[in-house]
């Protein structure tokens, strides 16, 4: 485990559920006793505050989205998530640098060069959890929750952010949940991946 912590990353889609899963993989996590830190990406600091509202008003250019991205993980890992898996707590994120590979991969940059670029900073997490759901299911969910997709959620681009999420998958430290359950499935799922390793 990283620095006496624990680094988990829940990633997919748009749709797939990411944010509830966040919230009740920290709730066990504490009803087990751990100290746990739940945080996502964007952040809310300044650099990440751009990329949000750069999600309604117009994507920023392919480099400009980048450098944002790696500035505000660079904050992010620096203030929070070095210092709590130092504290020894789980640390839990919605989005990590996984999500700057595939959504900024769908923009020409190779994936695996933006892995690169921010592995010479950013811990590797101890779990990688990827959400899956196939787009149309997953655009489905974006609408009936009210939502209209934004300029990160159309389609093709969806699709190929799924790709390369799923590209990961052989890796040891990566697993692939099924989202097409409820809430409820999916994170008894989640749960029997955790198993007594990480408690």
């Excluded at 504490?30 to 309604?56: C, H, N, Y």
């Excluded at 899956?132 to 300029?151: F, Q």
């Excluded at 590209?167 to 040891?172: G, H, K, P, R, V």
Aim: proline share 4%.
């Amino acid at each position: 485990m990283t620095s006496g912590g624990l680094f988990i990353v829940i990633e997919g889609i748009d749709g797939t559920g990411k944010s509830t899963q966040v919230q009740r993989l920290g709730e066990w996590f504490i009803s087990q006793g751990r100290e746990v830190v739940l945080s996502r990406e964007p952040t809310d600091g300044p650099w990440g505050k751009k990329v949000r509202e750069s999600a309604a008003t117009g994507r920023l250019s392919p480099e400009e989205e980048l450098e944002y991205f790696l500035n505000d993980r660079r904050q992010h890992v620096t203030e929070l998530i070095a210092p709590s898996l130092a504290a020894g707590k789980v640390v839990i994120l919605d989005r990590y640098y996984f999500s700057t590979m595939a959504y900024q991969g769908t923009r020409g940059f190779d994936p695996m060069e933006i892995r690169r670029k921010n592995e010479a900073f950013a811990p590797v997490p101890d779990l990688l959890l990827i959400m899956d759901l196939d787009v149309d299911s997953a655009l489905k969910r974006i609408g009936t929750r009210g939502d209209t997709a934004n300029e990160f959620e159309k389609r093709e681009n969806l699709q190929r952010c799924r790709e390369i999420f799923l590209s990961l998958q052989n890796e040891a430290f990566v697993r692939v949940i099924n989202t097409m359950g409820t809430p409820e499935e999916v994170a008894e799922h989640v749960r029997d991946v955790i198993g007594t390793r990480w408690i």
